[in-house]
């Protein structure tokens, strides 16, 4: 990767450790996470209103076995790096965490809670809300849901190209 992108793509430990100069300054860190395999107008959307609730955005990329694990075969189409390329080259994506095969939700809660986001947002309608409000609760953070306008899907858009 170049160092354009380096500059804004993170491991977990060096994310910590900006989460933490950032919370002594007082700033408010949103956290996001995802796949964000094929960057689509709804990712862009939510992306863009995740940034409007803080000074500083974070998104969590999920590794390509657990995109895998998510999407099925053939998923991502798109490595780790490369998705991470393309989040640094949205403006108000300040930092994307390059997470490792995560195996428990217990890995998550370690993670968020040493960055201790104000605001973990999520998509309105996320099948996960109650793990992300628990894991906001115990980072002392709250959850943003933020509302769909128009529904997109990479997983729906693959399948009508594949036929």
Do not use: W
């Not at 309608?125 to 953070?141: C, F, H, M, S, T």
């Amino acid at each position: 990767m170049t160092k354009l992108f380096n500059e804004r793509v993170f491991s977990p430990e060096r994310a910590i450790k900006i989460a933490e100069e950032l919370n002594q300054k007082g700033k408010r860190i949103v956290l996001v996470g995802g796949c964000f395999d094929i960057i689509h107008k709804g990712h862009i959307l939510f992306l863009k209103k995740a940034k409007d609730e803080g000074d500083f955005l974070f998104v969590f990329l999920e590794s390509d076995k657990k995109v895998r694990e998510l999407k099925g075969y053939g998923r991502p189409i798109n490595p780790q790096e490369d998705r991470a390329a393309v989040l640094s080259g949205l403006r108000f994506v300040d930092g994307i965490i390059m997470l490792p095969k995560m195996t428990s939700n217990i890995q998550y809660d370690r993670l968020i809670t040493q960055i201790k986001p104000a605001i973990i947002a999520v998509t309105e309608g996320d099948p996960n809300l109650k793990q992300r409000e628990e894991q906001a609760g115990i980072a002392g953070g709250k959850i943003k849901s933020v509302t769909k306008r128009i529904s997109y899907s990479t997983t729906k858009t693959l399948a009508q190209l594949r036929g």
